[in-house]
């Protein structure tokens, strides 16, 4: 049976590779965004963690924060690490990237950054991965809707509709045509004012 | 065979040759050109056939239709897209007077034969004859050619083993010695496609 | 069979046995009053018009037993709904062909687009001419057969070029460039395969090889089996058939150098692809099998029934290998052809060449040295093939093909390790 | 972890000097339209005549928003969801999402719902890997012969899904706290007799396939990936176990009762797609021996333990996790009180799986990146929910 590892063992770990980089509260391991890489290569460099798989990275809206939670596992020993990183920026959110400790981490890093918005701050490839560049919003937020120019299927309206671009879109619209000889196809484009007329 | 007959089919091949040679010039595309040259090749064995001559006809389909345009496209495919298109170039007088002087060989040539020793019956049986007369009388010259031809060979798989393969396969095996798996992939350096093909045409003129 | 007089209908039009009468026949009343070169053209016409006459319709039976002998290896039915056991699906298959849009890519090369679902017609229907149906049944028996036969086949892959490129696609530019480096490499196996027959018989003329294995009561299966091996797979490899699919690998580049053909136009490749399976199955039963002859069964037999039946057979064995065989990548096709059977069918032509010059200088008895030879042919047949088996074998594959059962350990790299270790020991 | 480092920036290296003299290298798209992409999934690679050069995946074909969608229905009207996750492993996607809301509720599950489960799981396993294997010779070029064999099996498998719960291949079936319907009385007879063929059919498919000469060329030593480089790139189940790893959640983690039986774990030992191929085959009989060892043993009492259909679990959050036929398939809920979770994510096995893709395709030819692909096994429908 896989067993949790206690977090207070990890935490040691953590902070004797960093002071206050990690605290145990409430049964669960925190990390200091700043310092994720770090306590992360040594919870799998140490030998007595030994995590060096990571089973899932994902995140959560809390609303006010952002609470990453990656779940960390040691195959010999057989016990498994829940731990989470803390961000507040709303705005801007971003974390140290982990694919320098964990390559799996890479597809599941985009996936967070293409749901959530969350910056991965040294990943060498961080783009959308399931919508596509330019679709406005986050949508696992939970403030989606009223962000800018979503599809509002069935909704009756929001606070903030009609109002352009208030929120920050990722990536431009791309413009490029479908075929170089058909100028007037611009690909797959979205406007950002059709889904409120539409709905009208 | 009756003169109609053996009238229509040298003047339909005739105008096919030189159809297909002039649209040669003509064409800017060179993989169009390509495929006049191969219709221009066609007639020019549909001539051979009206002489009675099965064997060079059916050669002449063989080696040039089947085998050299084949290798021209793919030469041309291989070659970078901007050097591709059959523009102006610096060499045109030359090249025309170069033409000019074969076509006034040939000419000559064609004045200077004497025609009438085609008009005796067809050679029964063309390919033993050819094939002993390549043995016996003229085993010398063939055997040249066989080893020019294989040292043609030899040179274009030279020329075509590029150090990109090389370093393909350097880049496989350091994948490999990272994995832990180097001697797997010692086998990955089977004759990569390029050279392969630079055997496959050699090889062709040489059997034939 | 004998029940009336043959006499009476030998050399008549309706005498089936012999289908060149009634050709013969028209020709010599055209000649009667005509000049020679109508009768030449007329002569040709019938004989085009009767190929094509046999193919159609045969072509659409092959389909549907392609496709339900496929089935019936895969526990399928196949197609049944269509007209009795589904034997009307080709047609139905035709007509829907016929009737979808004929697309072209904007980009693609115009002309050199349209032209490829004809011209590929023009090799596939030529070869059929030396093909012999029966002793005089061909529709030109030239001298230089073989030669024609490799040449024509070898202009189809022009035309498979002019598909792959005009289309301005990039799988119908890998497709085509796989068809072309695959044919002029499988060519030459081929070639070889046959000039061992040549050599042997003396005579490139298809019907002289199948009159020369009549007179000595041989097929040359049994006198040169690696030759008729070679030819088998240098043959499948020219028609696209798995195991050497590869220049329309349906799993790598979609359908390779027609993808962008649909209706009809897909239809002519895929006919042309059809007829030429069958021919060239017709050729191996020619050139291996003893052709129209059967040991004296085609005193009894129409000769082209027998034809026929031998095709069959080689087709039946050609959708055996098809719905079978998992698909060589290229670079093994390759290595295959140039490292194997070209070595081989090159040792096989210097063995022919010295049989053919024992036989003709020492004068032997050709009912006692034909064995003899076929015996030791079969030998040293058997031989290359183990030996290529056991050098083709390389490190990677002589590993055994096994798992592990591990049941009590769980656990990362270590027990990766230790799993390793035991099963290592226990070899 | 470095010397997966210097590989990679050697290759990126080598790419670079391959660019620089003057040859053209072909980006070909495969997908979302393809025949070996099993599915709208698209692999741009670009190719140095037929090598590989660099592959990179591009996905969201099919992306649903399930993660998003489930927030707002409850735990039990979440369950279908999880059916369209991974179509092809319908009933361990159930499973896991059960079991993780089952771990939010605090729900014991009655011993004969969890015999049930098992029982489906293994027989989902069987289904699955007949899918995965066919279309992987496929992939290697096979004309849909070994496919058609091993759809059979697979038939014969939703049939017994669909004489149980209705559907065949989105099933709808576990409930949280056991499973929706009890077992009919004729599946019992009917998988004894699937148990009793299975074995000859696998033997035969062993003697086309084991020692196919073509098999072994197309499939031996290629897309090899170290078990190293395995587990750090998240990889799981057949791929990960197939480098020589002996790591089965079922052993490590036995949920449902595995540990009451008995069975191995197939492991390969170089890690290319041909041990991805017999690990698979292996897992297969191992199922069966599973399926083998409970058919007589299914405890008689209740298969549904009492849950409210609203049910309102305690803030918190859970991550469960089973062994799909596709790897470590785990579900991430937290509650807030609500009868809807907060958060629902699925850790998708195939979509984790293809991490290590572009690694071991580069340096292959065109031919060797679709086998390898066709051996990770992946449905679209999981990776991009």
């Known amino acids: ?162 109002e352009q671009n208030a929120w920050p879109v990722p990536g431009s619209v791309p413009q490029r045509p479908l075929h170089p000889n058909d100028p007037q196809s611009s690909g797959i484009a979205v406007s950002e004012d059709e889904p409120a007329e539409a709905d009208a | 065979m009756s003169s109609f007959g053996f009238h229509l089919a040298f003047w339909l091949l005739a105008a096919m040759t030189v159809g297909g040679a002039s649209m040669i010039i003509v064409s800017r595309n060179l993989i169009h050109a390509v495929i006049y040259l191969v219709i221009s090749m066609l007639g020019v064995a549909g001539l051979y056939l009206t002489l009675s001559a099965d064997f060079i006809a059916v050669v002449q389909v063989l080696i040039y239709v089947g085998a050299i345009s084949v290798l021209m496209l793919f030469a041309i495919m291989l070659t970078p897209r901007a050097e591709r298109n059959n523009t102006e170039t610096s060499l045109k007088l030359p090249a025309a007077a170069v033409m000019v002087l074969i076509l006034t060989a040939t000419v000559f040539v064609a004045l200077d034969t004497d025609w009438g020793a085609v008009r005796q019956a067809a050679l029964a049986d063309q390919a033993r004859l050819i094939g002993q007369s390549l043995i016996r009388e003229y085993v010398l010259p063939f055997e040249i050619g066989a080893v020019l031809l294989t040292a043609a060979l030899v040179g274009a798989i030279a020329l075509a083993r590029h150090d990109d393969e090389d370093a393909a396969i350097h880049a496989q095996s350091l994948q490999a010695e990272a994995d832990g798996t180097a001697e797997d992939v010692a086998l990955l350096t089977d004759p990569p496609l390029v050279e392969v093909e630079a055997d496959a045409g050699a090889g062709e003129d040489g059997g034939s | 069979m004998s029940g009336f007089d043959l006499a009476v209908v030998l050399g008549a039009w309706y005498d089936f046995r012999d289908l060149n009468n009634l050709s013969r026949l028209i020709t010599e009343w055209i000649a009667d009053w005509g000049p020679d070169w109508l009768s030449s053209i007329v002569t040709g016409l019938l004989g085009s018009l009767g190929i094509l006459a046999v193919i159609g319709p045969t072509l659409l039976v092959l389909i549907w037993v392609e496709r339900k002998v496929i089935a019936r290896f895969q526990q399928r039915y196949g197609p049944n709904r269509v007209g009795p056991k589904g034997l009307l699906q080709p047609v139905a298959d035709a007509i829907k062909l016929i009737l979808k849009e004929q697309l072209a890519p904007r980009a693609a090369d115009k002309l050199i687009f349209f032209l490829p679902p004809v011209l590929i017609f023009v090799p596939g229907l030529l070869i059929w001419g030396v093909l012999p149906f029966g002793p005089r049944m061909s529709v030109a028996d030239l001298n230089v057969g073989v030669l024609f036969l490799l040449a024509v086949s070898g202009t189809g892959v022009l035309v498979l070029f002019m598909a792959g490129w005009s289309s301005n696609n990039k799988y119908a530019l890998f497709g085509a460039m796989r068809a072309v480096a695959m044919s002029i490499s ?62 329309e690998a349906e799993s790598e580049i979609v359908a390779g150098y027609h993808t962008e053909y649909s209706g009809m136009r897909f239809g002519l490749f895929y006919a042309v692809e059809l007829g030429n399976t069958l021919v060239i199955s017709a050729f191996i039963a020619t050139f291996f099998l003893g052709g129209w002859w059967l040991w004296g069964l085609d005193q009894w037999v129409p000769s082209w029934i027998i034809l026929l039946a031998k095709t069959g057979a080689v087709y039946f064995l050609l959708i055996w290998t098809r719905g079978t065989l998992p698909r060589l990548r290229i670079d093994q096709l390759m290595s295959f052809c140039w490292k194997a059977l070209v070595p081989a069918t090159l040792i096989f032509v210097a063995v022919a060449a010295v049989e053919r010059t024992l036989l003709v200088t020492q004068g032997w008895d050709t009912t006692i040295a034909l064995p003899i030879m076929a015996v030791i042919n079969i030998a040293l047949t058997l031989g290359a093939v183990m030996l290529f088996a056991r050098l083709a074998r390389s490190e990677r594959l002589r590993r055994p093909a096994r798992t592990t059962l591990v049941r009590d350990r769980v656990g990362g790299l270590a027990a990766a390790r230790e799993v390793a270790s035991q099963a290592g020991g226990g070899d | 972890m470095t010397s997966a480092d210097d590989t990679r920036s050697a290759l990126s290296g080598t790419i670079e000097t391959l660019a620089g003299d003057g040859s053209e290298p072909v980006v070909v ?222 052993k490590a983690n036995p949920y449902c009762g595995y540990e009451n039986y008995e069975f191995d774990i197939p492991v390969g030992e170089q890690g290319d797609c041909f041990d991805r191929f017999l690990v698979r085959m292996a897992e297969v009989k191992q199922s069966l021996r599973i399926l083998n060892q409970l058919i007589d043993n299914i405890p008689d009492g209740p298969w549904l333990a009492d849950v409210p259909l609203h049910a309102r679990p305690p803030e918190g959050e859970a991550y469960a996790r089973v062994e799909s036929p596709r790897g470590e398939l785990g579900f991430y809920l937290v509650s807030d009180g609500s009868p809807a979770p907060y958060r629902f994510h699925c850790r998708p096995p195939s979509l984790i799986n293809l991490s290590a893709l572009k690694e071991m395709s580069i340096g292959g030819t065109l031919a060797d990146a679709i086998v390898t692909l066709g051996s990770i096994d992946i449905v679209v429908g999981e990776i991009d929910r």
């Not at chain 1, 509260?25 to 963690?49: C, N, P, S, W």
């Not at chain 3, 240098?234 to 798995?242: D, H, P």
């Open chain 1, 1 to 162: 049976m896989t067993a949790q590892l206690d977090p207070a063992a990890a935490a040691e770990v953590v902070n004797a590779r960093h002071e206050n980089a990690g605290c145990v509260d409430a049964g669960v391991l925190f990390i200091e965004a700043a310092q994720l890489v770090e306590a992360v290569e040594a919870l799998r460099d140490d030998e007595a963690t030994d995590l060096i798989f990571l089973c899932n990275l994902t995140a959560v809206d809390r609303e006010r924060h952002f609470e990453l939670v990656y779940h960390l596992q040691s195959l010999d020993l057989n016990h498994i690490l829940q731990l989470k990183v803390i961000v507040t920026d709303r705005e801007d959110p971003a974390v140290p990237s982990l694919t320098g400790v964990f390559h799996g981490a890479h597809l599941q890093e985009r996936e967070v950054f293409d749901l959530f918005g969350i910056r991965f701050d040294g990943h060498p490839d961080l783009r959308r991965l399931f919508l596509w560049d330019g679709f406005p919003g986050y949508p696992l937020r939970k403030d989606f809707l009223q962000m800018p120019g979503q599809v509002r299927a069935g909704l009756p309206g929001f606070p903030h509709e009609g």
């Open chain 3, 186 to 247: 499988y060519e030459v196996p081929m070639v070889l395969a046959l000039l061992t027959l040549v050599v042997f018989s003396g005579t490139m003329s298809v019907n002289g090889i199948v009159e020369w294995q009549q007179q000595e009561d041989v097929i040359f299966i049994l006198l040169f089996p690696l030759s008729a091996i070679a030819f088998f797979f240098a043959a499948s490899a020219e028609l696209n058939r798995t195991p050497a699919d590869i220049s």
């Open chain 4, 29 to 250: 798209n495969l997908g979302p339209q393809h025949p070996s992409t099993h599915g709208v999934f698209r692999l741009k690679v670009t190719l140095d005549g037929e090598i590989v050069q660099d592959a990179e995946m591009r996905i969201g074909y099919l992306h649903r928003s399930m993660e998003k969608l489930a927030e707002e229905r409850t735990y039990t009207q979440n369950i279908p969801f999880t059916d369209r996750i991974d179509y092809l492993a319908a009933m361990s996607n159930n499973l896991a999402y059960c079991l993780a809301a089952e771990e939010l509720l605090g729900v014991e599950v009655p011993p004969r719902g969890q015999a049930i489960r098992v029982l489906f799981a293994e027989l989902q396993r069987v289904a699955s890997h007949a899918m995965a294997n066919g279309t992987f010779i496929n992939d290697c070029g096979a004309w849909h012969t070994p496919l058609f064999y091993m759809f059979r099996d697979r038939e014969r498998v939703l049939d017994m899904f669909e004489m149980t719960c209705g559907a065949r291949l989105t099933t709808n079936y576990m409930r949280i706290g056991g499973v929706a319907f009890d077992l009919p009385d004729e599946l019992l007879p009917t998988l004894r007799s699937f148990l009793d063929d299975m074995p000859d059919r696998i033997a035969s498919y062993e003697d086309l396939l084991m020692e196919n000469e073509i098999l072994h060329a197309r499939a031996r030593g290629i897309g090899v990936i170290s078990p190293e480089m395995a587990i750090n790139s998240s990889l799981s189940g057949p791929i990960l176990r197939a480098t020589g790893v002996p790591w089965d959640l079922r």
